[in-house]
């Protein structure tokens, strides 16, 4: 790893998954939402871009697919980007574009109705769950042609899937509306329609995305409840959980990161929570403490160096990552944009010191991690799309490089993997 030993960033709770240099290369791979199982959202291997800099991005190349990219958030691995469109195909793009300022896909792949989860790729399979109730398999490296079919597809019966797959230790886990976790064998069943080896039961429906660490995936349900289950299953069909956290109210689209033995987790009754990743020894766990935010929570938390970022309705906020030695905790800053406001779903990714996260207002903010020496900040640079203000996917930012989906309301096909740049 560049400039930090794996022993630090095992301390640091970072898993190495996805930032392995690839032969030949320095070129790093983010994997999934999130970068990684822990979904921590920081990636400690980007050097490129810096808080010097960062002003000098500018837009170097669209990918273009048929309809708006809503909540879904590119993977990068062994230099091909994948994401998701709400036409219902998954797309895949060469990391660096085709020498043009807009490129076509390199192939796609249909699923049966609208996409907004997000891709995760393993060992060669790129895996994405779809509106149609379906989670999709198909060949990262194509099939040789523009449209591409599945290697299987595995059920969730009457649950669309909202939730983005996340791949560890040998299964796929993703979430449903119906209420339930599914776990399946991530090397397929050898047949084209594959059932899961095992579920977990929630209270809710699941918008929420699975997070891995240390043998337990933990997921939100909008019950308003953390689930944390046994990450080999129970031995059973159907699993219960081996404890729940209970927050003030429903947990939508916010998905909870782990590090140093502590799940975050945001809720829609304000509050970003912190509970012991190990549970509390009962069934049902209060919370370590909790950061009031100002607003409804559908963004996930991002961790990196003893921070917790968030965002809530149209305001973004940092957290010290301890704690603040009390049951609710402030925050040590938050920040808007400038201009007119809309709400932050985006889900914020750290980098080299800076955290970047999308806003409704057709935009990726880039802020300093580190804030700006007062309560209240401002961004140090805004990144525009065009044309279209829905910005709830979230950003990837490897190798000198942001990449995050949205549209061009203006220009036919509408949908539009914006990529970012330092201007030579």
Same mark, same amino acid.
């Given at each position: &790893?560049?400039?930090?030993?794996?022993?630090?960033?095992?301390?640091?709770?970072?898993?190495?998954?996805?930032?392995?240099?690839?032969?030949?290369?320095?070129? &790093?791979?983010?994997?999934?939402?999130?970068?990684?199982?822990?979904?921590?959202?920081?990636?400690?291997?980007?050097?490129?871009?810096?808080?010097?800099?960062?002003?000098?991005?500018?837009?170097?190349?669209?990918?273009? &697919?048929?309809?708006?990219?809503?909540?879904?958030?590119?993977?990068?691995?062994?230099?091909?980007?994948?994401?998701?469109?709400?036409?219902?195909?998954?797309?895949?793009?060469?990391?660096?574009?085709?020498?043009?300022?807009?490129?076509?896909?390199?192939?796609?792949?249909?699923?049966?109705?609208?996409?907004?989860?997000?891709?995760?790729?393993?060992?060669?399979?790129?895996?994405?769950?779809?509106?149609?109730?379906?989670?999709?398999?198909?060949?990262?490296?194509?099939?040789?042609?523009?449209?591409?079919?599945?290697?299987?597809?595995?059920?969730?019966?009457?649950?669309?899937?909202?939730?983005?797959?996340?791949?560890?230790?040998?299964?796929? %886990?993703? @979430?449903?509306?119906?209420?339930?976790?599914?776990?399946?064998?991530?090397? @397929?069943?050898?047949?084209?329609?594959?059932?899961?080896?095992?579920?977990?039961?929630? @209270?809710?429906?699941?918008?929420?995305?699975?997070?891995?660490?240390?043998?337990?995936?933990?997921?939100?349900?909008?019950?308003?409840?953390?689930?944390?289950?046994?990450?080999?299953?129970?031995?059973?069909?159907?699993?219960?959980?081996?404890?729940?956290?209970?927050?003030?109210?429903?947990?939508?689209?916010?998905?909870?990161?782990?590090?140093?033995?502590?799940?975050?987790?945001?809720?829609?009754?304000?509050?970003?929570?912190?509970?012991?990743?190990?549970?509390?020894?009962?069934?049902?766990?209060?919370?370590?403490?909790?950061?009031?935010?100002?607003?409804?929570?559908?963004?996930?938390?991002?961790?990196?160096?003893?921070?917790?970022?968030?965002?809530?309705?149209?305001?973004?906020?940092?957290?010290?990552?301890?704690?603040?030695?009390?049951?609710?905790?402030?925050?040590?800053?938050?920040?808007?944009?400038?201009?007119?406001?809309?709400?932050?779903?985006?889900?914020?990714?750290?980098?080299? @010191?800076?955290? %970047?996260?999308?806003?409704?207002?057709?935009?990726?903010?880039?802020?300093?991690?580190?804030?700006?020496? &007062?309560?209240?900040?401002?961004?140090?640079?805004?990144?525009?799309?065009?044309?279209?203000?829905?910005?709830?996917?979230?950003?990837?930012?490897?190798?000198?490089?942001? %990449?995050?989906?949205?549209?061009?309301?203006?220009?036919?096909?509408?949908?539009?993997?914006?990529?970012?740049?330092?201007?030579?």
């Amino acid at each position: &790893m560049r400039g930090l030993s794996l022993l630090l960033l095992a301390v640091l709770g970072i898993s190495t998954l996805g930032f392995a240099q690839t032969a030949g290369s320095a070129a &790093m791979n983010w994997p999934m939402l999130k970068g990684q199982p822990s979904r921590v959202g920081s990636n400690p291997s980007e050097t490129i871009i810096s808080k010097d800099n960062a002003k000098g991005l500018s837009l170097s190349w669209v990918g273009t &697919m048929g309809d708006l990219v809503d909540f879904s958030s590119p993977a990068i691995v062994n230099g091909v980007v994948y994401i998701g469109s709400f036409d219902g195909k998954l797309y895949a793009f060469d990391a660096n574009g085709c020498g043009q300022s807009t490129c076509s896909a390199l192939w796609s792949g249909a699923t049966g109705n609208d996409i907004t989860s997000s891709p995760a790729v393993a060992s060669g399979v790129v895996y994405i769950g779809s509106a149609d109730h379906n989670l999709y398999a198909f060949p990262a490296n194509g099939c040789g042609q523009s449209e591409c079919s599945p290697l299987w597809v595995g059920p969730t019966g009457k649950g669309v899937i909202d939730s983005s797959p996340v791949v560890a230790g040998g299964f796929v %886990y993703v @979430g449903s509306f119906n209420g339930k976790l599914y776990a399946f064998s991530a090397s @397929g069943c050898g047949q084209a329609t594959c059932e899961a080896l095992w579920t977990g039961t929630t @209270g809710g429906a699941i918008e929420s995305s699975p997070a891995v660490s240390n043998g337990t995936v933990y997921v939100g349900s909008n019950d308003g409840r953390l689930y944390a289950f046994s990450a080999q299953g129970c031995g059973k069909t159907n699993c219960q959980p081996v404890w729940a956290g209970q927050t003030g109210g429903a947990i939508f689209e916010s998905t909870p990161a782990v590090a140093n033995g502590v799940v975050y987790i945001g809720s829609s009754d304000t509050n970003l929570y912190a509970f012991n990743a190990n549970g509390c020894g009962s069934r049902v766990c209060s919370p370590m403490w909790a950061g009031k935010t100002g607003g409804f929570i559908e963004s996930s938390p991002a961790v990196a160096n003893g921070v917790v970022y968030i965002g809530a309705d149209d305001l973004f906020y940092a957290f010290n990552a301890a704690g603040c030695g009390s049951l609710r905790c402030s925050p040590i800053w938050h920040a808007e944009a400038v201009g007119a406001q809309a709400a932050i779903v985006s889900s914020p990714t750290v980098a080299n @010191g800076l955290v %970047y996260v999308g806003e409704n207002n057709g935009m990726v903010l880039v802020f300093d991690a580190d804030g700006c020496g &007062m309560s209240f900040c401002h961004p140090l640079t805004q990144l525009l799309t065009e044309n279209e203000q829905i910005v709830s996917s979230s950003p990837a930012v490897v190798n000198g490089t942001v %990449y995050f989906g949205s549209a061009n309301q203006d220009e036919a096909p509408i949908g539009r993997l914006y990529v970012f740049k330092l201007a030579q």
